[in-house]
């Protein structure tokens, strides 16, 4: 009874302080929320900011975003104590988790788009953001333990750094969207320098059960500069510029990865079934198109209750799907006879005949050379390459490239990417790992 009283009483007070803020002009009130930070630079060992990727892990994510959801309106109570969506299912998406002494107590989603698209997109037009140059991410299921909500940002900077450093450096993302309740846009515009998608809030989001929200997106490119200019000159512990941009972190571990992998899958085919089937209903929740693409992304069908008919057309078209996306540095060398010159590449898809590339320079279908391509640090490939097509792609045109022979190193990452499940069978084994230092020191970068 005395936990319902000062939870009324607090938000009668949050009422309050909102309303007082709202007579102050819109730069005023921003000024304030900024005098508000606090982030510090180097929090104690006892924080641990990562990927989400076990089972409990998640299961503690699932029921921290159950609970906080709950308790704003956002869904109504499930039976398994758990919020878990389709989009959690997808490679494409990652959870990133804060712990105290082991305990999770903060929680958000990256949602890359893929098959699915973005939970925001049945509300809110995208299409501005996506004529854009660089990959989307939604910033979706954010929750943090009622324990730390009230400790000046003691969890919430440490994730959205997470947050920030993760979309950057590892996850290949240039923009960020979010949705959030109108009465939380103004903290994400005035201190992260997010910008309204549209003027008028959407009165029923159904992804939040119904509730009002802002949609809001973030170039993180030049998100870099305006941090500067803003925060720049500010003491540390108020300055997000250094926070965000140049501060490391030792409480963030970051996934090793063996090869240049984008993503960072942690769903296998037990998990998907424990979470999907068993704990929660979503699975039978989703229409039969969505049910098919799990399949063939976790090979459902060995599984029980996940028996769903499924045309071989239909099957054969969602495979091509793949489980990993990769960034991987190259460059193509012609011949003399051929005219010359070096082309700088973007590799974005491989198999074992051919790859698919982002070409900066024009390069016309037919052109050959001797392509050298970075596929993870130290691991390097060097094979003949021909241009055999522009293929049109969401992020705009690439090339098709046809290889004659794959050497050793290009089949055995072909092979890792067709066969791992997770982002764990992508990392590098302690002695490739300990190879890799004397190997950068021989190799310049492309």
Same mark, same amino acid.
């Given at each position: 009874?005395?936990?319902?009283?000062?939870?009324?009483?607090?938000?009668?007070?949050?009422?309050?302080?909102?309303?007082?803020?709202?007579?102050?002009?819109?730069?005023?009130?921003?000024? &304030?929320?900024?005098?508000?930070?606090?982030?510090?630079?180097?929090?104690?060992?006892?924080?641990?900011?990562?990927?989400?990727?076990?089972?409990?892990?998640?299961?503690?994510?699932?029921?921290?975003?159950?609970?906080?959801?709950?308790?704003?309106?956002? !869904?109504?109570?499930?039976?398994?104590?758990?919020?878990?969506?389709?989009?959690?299912?997808?490679?494409?998406?990652?959870?990133?988790?804060?712990?105290?002494?082991?305990?999770?107590?903060?929680?958000?989603?990256?949602?890359?788009?893929?098959?699915?698209?973005?939970?925001?997109?049945?509300?809110?037009?995208?299409?501005?953001?996506?004529?854009?140059?660089?990959?989307?991410?939604?910033?979706?299921?954010?929750?943090?333990?009622?324990?730390?909500?009230?400790?000046?940002? $003691?969890?919430?900077?440490?994730?959205?750094?997470?947050?920030?450093?993760?979309?950057?450096?590892?996850?290949?993302?240039?923009?960020?969207?979010?949705?959030?309740?109108?009465?939380?846009? #103004?903290?994400?515009?005035?201190?992260?320098?997010?910008?309204?998608?549209?003027?008028?809030? @959407?009165?029923?989001?159904?992804?939040?059960? *119904?509730?009002?929200?802002?949609?809001?997106?973030?170039? &993180?490119?030049?998100?870099?500069?305006?941090?500067?200019?803003?925060?720049?000159?500010?003491?540390?512990?108020?300055?997000?510029? $250094?926070?965000?941009?140049?501060?490391? &972190?030792?409480?963030? $571990?970051?996934?090793?990865?063996?090869?240049?992998?984008?993503?960072?899958? @942690? !769903?296998?085919?037990?998990?998907?079934?424990?979470?999907?089937?068993?704990?929660?209903?979503?699975?039978?929740?989703?229409?039969?198109?969505?049910?098919?693409?799990? $399949?063939?992304?976790?090979?459902?069908?060995?599984?029980?209750?996940?028996?769903?008919?499924?045309?071989?057309?239909?099957?054969?078209?969602?495979?091509?799907?793949?489980?990993?996306?990769?960034?991987?540095?190259?460059?193509?060398?012609?011949?003399?006879?051929?005219?010359? *010159?070096?082309?700088?590449?973007?590799?974005? #898809?491989?198999?074992?005949?051919?790859?698919?590339?982002?070409?900066?320079?024009?390069?016309?279908?037919?052109?050959? *050379?001797?392509?050298?391509?970075?596929?993870?640090?130290?691991?390097?490939?060097?094979?003949?390459?021909?241009?055999?097509?522009? @293929?049109?792609?969401?992020?705009?045109?690439?090339?098709?490239?046809?290889?004659?022979?794959?050497?050793?190193?290009?089949?055995?990452?072909?092979?890792? &990417?067709?066969? *791992?499940?997770?982002?764990?069978?992508?990392?590098?084994?302690?002695?490739?790992?300990?190879?890799?230092?004397?190997?950068?020191?021989?190799?310049?970068?492309?």
């Amino acid at each position: 009874m005395k936990r319902s009283l000062r939870t009324v009483f607090r938000r009668f007070l949050h009422q309050c302080a909102r309303s007082a803020l709202a007579l102050l002009p819109k730069e005023a009130r921003h000024a &304030l929320y900024r005098s508000f930070v606090d982030c510090d630079p180097a929090p104690g060992p006892a924080l641990e900011l990562k990927i989400a990727d076990t089972q409990d892990e998640l299961e503690a994510c699932f029921a921290l975003l159950h609970d906080a959801y709950v308790a704003s309106g956002f !869904m109504q109570p499930d039976a398994s104590g758990l919020r878990v969506t389709a989009y959690h299912a997808l490679p494409t998406t990652t959870t990133l988790c804060a712990k105290i002494h082991g305990r999770v107590v903060g929680t958000l989603s990256l949602v890359r788009e893929g098959v699915f698209g973005f939970p925001m997109q049945s509300a809110f037009d995208l299409s501005a953001v996506r004529a854009k140059q660089g990959r989307i991410a939604e910033v979706s299921a954010l929750a943090i333990h009622p324990d730390y909500r009230a400790t000046g940002g $003691r969890i919430l900077f440490p994730l959205m750094k997470f947050m920030y450093e993760y979309c950057t450096a590892y996850f290949d993302v240039r923009h960020l969207v979010i949705a959030v309740n109108p009465n939380k846009i #103004e903290l994400y515009e005035s201190l992260l320098f997010f910008e309204r998608l549209q003027a008028a809030p @959407v009165a029923r989001y159904d992804f939040a059960n *119904g509730a009002p929200a802002v949609g809001a997106t973030l170039d &993180l490119a030049a998100a870099r500069e305006r941090f500067k200019a803003v925060y720049g000159g500010r003491p540390e512990r108020r300055n997000l510029h $250094r926070y965000f941009v140049e501060n490391r &972190l030792a409480n963030i $571990r970051l996934p090793a990865r063996r090869y240049h992998t984008t993503n960072d899958p @942690v !769903m296998t085919e037990a998990l998907i079934e424990h979470f999907f089937m068993r704990r929660t209903s979503a699975f039978a929740a989703l229409d039969a198109r969505k049910q098919l693409l799990l $399949r063939s992304l976790y090979e459902l069908d060995a599984l029980t209750g996940a028996a769903v008919p499924a045309s071989t057309e239909g099957s054969a078209a969602l495979r091509r799907h793949p489980r990993y996306s990769i960034n991987c540095p190259a460059r193509l060398e012609r011949t003399a006879s051929e005219g010359g *010159g070096t082309f700088r590449l973007k590799v974005i #898809e491989l198999s074992l005949s051919g790859f698919q590339a982002e070409c900066p320079a024009p390069m016309a279908p037919g052109a050959t *050379g001797r392509l050298t391509i970075e596929l993870g640090t130290g691991l390097r490939s060097v094979v003949q390459a021909t241009a055999v097509r522009r @293929v049109a792609g969401p992020h705009g045109t690439a090339l098709g490239f046809r290889i004659d022979t794959p050497d050793a190193a290009w089949a055995a990452c072909v092979h890792a &990417l067709q066969t *791992g499940s997770t982002h764990a069978d992508l990392q590098p084994a302690p002695a490739e790992a300990a190879q890799r230092g004397l190997a950068e020191s021989f190799v310049c970068a492309c």
